[in-house]
């Protein structure tokens, strides 16, 4: 059982389509990731949230818009993606950002098909 | 600047023979490093950290891994695999304040 909830666990979407990505952590943690695992590339980090502040964008695409309401919360809302974007999209949580303060906890992620 | 190299993309032990997954790490500074697992369908799991305490680590389901600073290496082993510990495994690293560095995992197979 996780401390890191995804939802939902699988999405197919069209090009044209919005949806959004939803994760909680039920861990009193401050620091909230997203990443993107693609087949045969190293795990990508893209967004980085620390007492609810975004302090990484890893030069991620505009198509892509994080949100995070509360240190529980983290939303990645997705609009016109392109089918290069299908991938695994995984959350993490921690007690606060930096290497001492991990280690990340993750979620079971989101398996997002673009049509 | 850090970075974090898995040696092997794909391993296979026949269960019941040892487990070995390399993992090399490059650091200015004494780095903090973990190996986690990922099983089909899930999330990263954490294995076992380093935290510049005990050089041997021991970790969850038998596995352990030792840092050898001479040799920047955080080598993953276990004695004798099981067939539910084929699965994706990740080493990571970085320095106090830093983001953590992944590996590009490393497939383990076990076979019967």
């Known amino acids: 059982e996780t401390g890191v909830t995804q939802t939902p666990r699988h999405l197919v979407m069209g090009m044209t389509n919005k949806k959004s990505l939803k994760c909680e952590q039920h861990l009193g943690h401050n620091a909230m990731y997203w990443y993107k695992q693609s087949a045969k590339k190293p795990l990508e980090l893209m967004f980085v949230?620390?007492?609810?502040?975004?302090?990484e964008n890893n030069s991620v695409p505009s198509r892509f818009s994080p949100e995070c309401p509360n240190s529980s919360h983290l939303f990645l809302h997705l609009h016109t993606l392109q089918p290069e974007d299908s991938a695994l999209y995984l959350c993490?949580?921690?007690?606060?950002?930096?290497?001492?303060?991990?280690?990340?906890?993750f979620g079971n992620g989101t398996r997002l098909t673009v049509t | 600047a850090q970075s974090v190299t898995q040696l092997d993309s794909h391993v296979s032990v026949s269960e019941g023979t040892p487990v070995l997954l390399r993992c090399n790490y490059s650091s200015s500074y004494s780095p903090s490093l973990f190996w986690y697992v990922q099983h089909p369908n899930k999330g990263l799991q954490l294995l076992l950290k380093y935290t510049s305490a005990a050089t041997l680590v021991k970790g969850i389901n038998g596995f352990e891994a030792e840092f050898k600073k001479s040799e920047t290496s955080f080598h993953l082993t276990k004695p004798s695999a099981h067939m539910s510990d084929a699965a994706e495994y990740f080493c990571?690293?970085?320095?106090?304040?830093?983001?953590?560095?992944f590996g590009g995992g490393t497939r383990l197979m076990v076979k019967p």
């Open positions: 993490a949580s921690s007690q606060a950002t930096g290497v001492r303060n991990s280690p990340l906890h």
């Open positions: 990571a690293g970085g320095n106090a304040g830093n983001m953590l560095t």
């Open positions: 949230y620390n007492f609810k502040e975004q302090t």
